[in-house]
């Protein structure tokens, strides 16, 4: 199996664990003189299963990234510099979407609200680092797709 066929499975898996779950809590009580729709025995059974089928997908998943380099870098490090990168960039937009707000003034009197940001220059950052995970993301992608999970 490729690492890019385990990383669907993985995400398939998940869905799956929040599926049980959600089914779990619509059966956890039902009304007197009915069943619930289904056994919450047989459900737990399933969720521990899925659990442990995704465990071992996951420890397959973190051994093939922590052992798979990629020029000078395992591939487990560029997931999380991806990853961190993304956050940042969420981040970023954040500030922007706020520093852009408009704010506007009906009289001299009324307080005057500026952004606390270059709106330009953090955009342009974002832009690059946008431009550096798409490039990474695809790196990351590729080697996916050649890699043999472990």
Same mark, same amino acid.
């Given at each position: 199996?490729? @690492? ?7 995400? =398939?898996? =998940? ?21 619930? +729709? ?11 299963? %899925?659990? *442990?089928? @995704?465990? &071992? ?5 973190? &051994? %093939? ?5 990629? *020029? ?7 997931? +999380?510099d ?8 969420? &981040? ?21 609200? @500026?952004?606390?940001?270059? +709106? ?5 950052? +974002?832009?690059? @680092? ?9 790196l990351?992608?590729? %080697?996916?797709w ?5």
């Open positions: 199996m490729k @690492l890019a066929e385990a990383l669907r499975e993985r995400k =398939q898996l =998940q869905i799956k664990m929040g599926t049980l779950r959600q089914k779990l809590i619509d059966n956890a009580i039902y009304q007197e003189g009915s069943k619930p +729709v289904e056994d919450p025995a047989e459900l737990i059974k399933a969720l521990e299963a %899925t659990r *442990g089928e @995704l465990a &071992a997908l996951i420890k397959r998943i973190n &051994a %093939t990234n922590s052992s798979v380099k990629v *020029g000078d870098f395992l591939l487990g490090d560029l997931v +999380v991806r990853d961190t990168r993304i956050m940042e960039v969420t &981040a970023l937009n954040n500030l922007i979407d706020q520093a852009s707000q408009v704010s506007n003034r009906y009289s001299r009197s009324e307080i005057l609200v @500026l952004p606390s940001i270059n +709106v330009k220059e953090t955009q342009k950052k +974002v832009d690059q @680092l946008a431009k550096d995970i798409r490039e990474l993301d695809n990351i992608q590729a %080697t996916n050649n890699t043999d999970l472990i």
